[in-house]
């Protein structure tokens, strides 16, 4: 195994990812602050995906990465308002562990994984037809 | 588990405490010997002289033959670091080489603080007011305060 990538070199790579846009085109993410030296909040937007009732739609949410990241998940919020059986429907929380592929949290996964894996759980075949709240409101 | 901790690591980790560079100092952390604390004290005569500036680094798997990564913890108004704390400096990026060390690394950070370089920014906002000559008596000054406000012990 290699070295063990410390918390905020390893949030500098996942920002450094993100500004590059080398990541999934139909998901994004950034610092919340540009000058938050402990890189603790950050914004995510998913592109709903083809084919669903998501299609178009761009969902906001709110990733907050705890001193423990990675070794533990980021807490993740829907701020634009969503019908989904991982998220709360009273607050927008998303329960990661409702996510099958990344119920077992590795500290591996990045806050692209999470958004990538939201979006895939948005186009499943259980989801995909799910009525959904009017486009443009939030939590 | 992680793969055992390479010599070179082991002899450069052992130097930083046994001989200490004066201004500077590095130390690992306990679960995880490629993690550093550092710290940095401002070059006499410069504008963060006084300030004692903390940072971090770490030895990715590739070390020796790619740099430590580094970045300033501390907040400091400086035309070669951006608003996270990182560090725009020739050896750490094109100009490394496996001959240099985390010592002589912190030796050139230091020197950074000393001889700011306008030309090369990372910190554009910065770099501006440092250029024009009639601004950088102001950006001097905000560099002062700065270290007065952050980067006490």
């Given at each position: 195994m290699g070295a063990k990538v410390p918390r905020n070199f390893r949030l500098l790579e996942e920002l450094e990812k993100g500004e590059k846009g080398l990541g999934a085109e139909a998901c994004s993410y950034g610092l919340d602050e540009g000058d938050d030296l402990l890189m603790t909040n950050w914004n995510g937007t998913i592109l709903g995906p083809p084919h669903s009732n998501h299609e178009n739609r761009i969902y906001s949410l709110k990733i907050h990465c705890g001193p423990s990241y990675p070794d533990s998940p980021p807490s993740v919020t829907f701020i634009s308002k969503v019908n989904l059986p991982c998220v709360d429907p009273r607050n927008g929380n998303v329960d990661l562990s409702k996510l099958p592929s990344i119920a077992t949290w590795k500290r591996d996964f990045t806050m692209e994984t999470i958004l990538i894996e939201i979006r895939r759980f948005m186009a499943a075949p259980a989801n995909k037809k799910t009525a959904q709240p009017a486009e443009g409101t939030n939590f | 588990m992680t793969a055992p901790l390479p010599k070179r690591i082991i002899k450069e980790t052992e130097r930083l405490q046994s001989e200490p560079v004066p201004g500077i100092s590095a130390s690992p952390h306990d679960d995880n010997a490629r993690y550093f604390d550092v710290m940095v004290e401002g070059p006499g005569?410069?504008?963060?002289?006084g300030g004692v500036f903390s940072l971090e680094l770490f030895l990715p798997d590739d070390y020796p033959m790619c740099p430590p990564r580094i970045r300033f913890l501390t907040r400091i108004y400086h035309p070669n670091i951006d608003r996270l704390g990182r560090i725009c400096l020739d050896v750490l990026k094109n100009n490394w080489s496996p001959a240099l060390q985390i010592r002589t690394i912190l030796l050139s950070i230091q020197a950074l603080l000393g001889a700011p370089n306008p030309d090369d920014p990372l910190n554009e906002a910065v770099a501006k007011q440092w250029k024009a000559r009639e601004n950088q008596p102001e950006a001097i000054k905000t560099a002062r305060e700065w270290t007065r406000l952050y980067a006490n012990k």
């Open positions: - | 005569g410069s504008c963060y002289e």
